[in-house]
């Protein structure tokens, strides 16, 4: 049986971070690499990634990196979605298959369950539903009281879910042929004809059985879902500092840690786990790391800097900031005395601008989300939910309460007047101020 991992659609809602999302990288290793790891320990060793031509190359450099496994790629030349993508696999597909979208993070039991239930009895295909308790902007799946799909429901209105379990896209079909048939009848003017081939399947009686879920999923839509993700890996990860790493007797280590190759944490540095600190990175003397922090590789963590429950791409260079609850892309460079406030004063949920509209996060605590090669100037402040667009710069002073587009620099300019200095230091003012202090002595 072999897995198939798409990973030849564009993440429009996860602007400005322009990392493809199963390139995202946790803990040393790319998402897509975690979940082939996952994979293999389910007991399948034969692997199909569907890419595009933006992503080709940074895929097959993992494919030649992993051990263990048959892997086949294939070339989406057009990005228009699921059943797209498999129809550009489609030499591939001679045998049962499994359907899985890399970007959401999920454990094992999501394979295993789909086997146990695929040798309980037959079926064309075995999809997974999770049961949700708050609206989902996603598939809701129809079922029949035997457990049998009926209909999907693509990103219905809320309050309009035919039921409260959504789609996960690990689906298992033992017919991929007549999958690919039923992809090719369908009339749609939506992005959602994998699902309406589903859908007319079971009209034309092929039986899908739902496989209910219960474990970890946690689906990465927009940028603030890479916070779920790094807690999930970090939680079942091991505590481990590598032989190679330089760490001051005067810093602190507590709780659950992993650094990496040829770190250096400096005098009077505190890092307290949950933490993730990358390869070849420096934390300086005074810093503070904490609550599930994820710093990348080649980053700088300068002196007097706080860094608390954030995402930070590799080749980050800081110094006396803060950076609170915050994304920040790869190769960013932050002034001394840069805030990115994390809460709000009347302590609501933090909302962010998405494609023109104002998206309820649902976190109380959200700092900035910055993209790739971004730097700010001293004593900048940048408010709650605001996003930086990539190659763009905030201007020393700059408090930052709206969107910066790519590409942009912003500026503070502040007109000031130039006078004759009317004021004598007085010198005796100065020995009587002393003398009361040498008395106070």
């Not at 860094?307 to 950076?323: A, E």
Request: hydrophobic letters at 40%; a neutral charge.
């Amino acid at each position: 049986m072999k897995v198939i991992f798409l990973c030849g659609g564009i993440g429009k809602r996860m602007f400005p971070i322009a990392e493809d999302k199963f390139l995202l990288n946790f803990l040393g290793k790319t998402l897509l690499q975690h979940q082939m790891d996952m994979a293999q320990k389910a007991g399948f060793d034969q692997f199909i990634i569907i890419g595009n031509s933006a992503n080709m190359e940074q895929i097959g450099k993992i494919a030649k990196m992993t051990s263990g496994a048959k892997i086949e790629l294939a070339l989406q030349k057009r990005v228009m979605g699921i059943a797209d993508a498999l129809k550009s696999a489609e030499s591939f597909l001679d045998k049962n298959i499994i359907v899985v979208n890399p970007n959401d993070v999920f454990t094992a039991s999501a394979y295993t369950g789909l086997l146990r239930e695929n040798n309980k009895e037959t079926a064309a295909s075995y999809v997974l539903g999770y049961e949700v308790k708050d609206y989902f902007p996603g598939g809701y799946l129809a079922v029949s009281s035997a457990n049998e799909l009926k209909h999907i429901v693509e990103k219905p209105e809320p309050g309009q879910e035919p039921s409260s379990l959504v789609n996960i896209l690990v689906h298992l079909h033992t017919e991929p042929k007549k999958l690919l048939k039923h992809i090719e009848n369908v009339k749609t003017t939506r992005d959602d004809v994998y699902e309406c081939a589903l859908d007319n399947m079971v009209k034309d009686g092929c039986k899908i059985k739902v496989v209910p879920y219960t474990d970890f999923w946690a689906p990465i839509k927009y940028p603030w879902h890479i916070f779920d993700v790094v807690k999930y890996f970090l939680n079942i990860a091991q505590p481990q500092i590598s032989a190679s790493a330089s760490i001051s007797a005067k810093a602190t280590i507590e709780g659950k840690v992993i650094i990496g190759d040829n770190v250096r944490v400096l005098e009077n540095a505190v890092i307290k786990g949950p933490a993730y600190i990358g390869s070849n990175s420096l934390i300086g003397t005074n810093v503070l790391v904490r609550d599930y922090s994820h710093i990348g590789t080649d980053c700088v963590i300068g002196y007097s800097t706080e860094v608390k429950g954030s995402y930070i791409g590799d080749g980050c260079w800081f110094h006396s900031s803060y950076i609170g609850d915050s994304i920040i892309g790869k190769n960013c460079l932050f002034g001394a005395g840069t805030v990115l406030a994390n809460f709000r004063f009347d302590e609501h949920n933090i909302s962010v601008t998405v494609a023109g509209q104002a998206i309820d996060t649902g976190r109380d605590k959200l700092g900035a989300i910055f993209g790739d090669n971004c730097k700010t100037g001293v004593n900048v402040s940048v408010m709650p939910g605001i996003k930086v667009g990539p190659n763009s710069i905030v201007g020393s002073h700059v408090c930052l309460v709206k969107d910066l587009e790519p590409e942009k620099m912003i500026l503070d300019e502040p007109h000031y007047r130039i006078l004759s200095n009317p004021v004598k230091f007085g010198e005796a003012k100065r020995r009587e101020l002393k003398e009361k202090l040498d008395k106070l002595a």
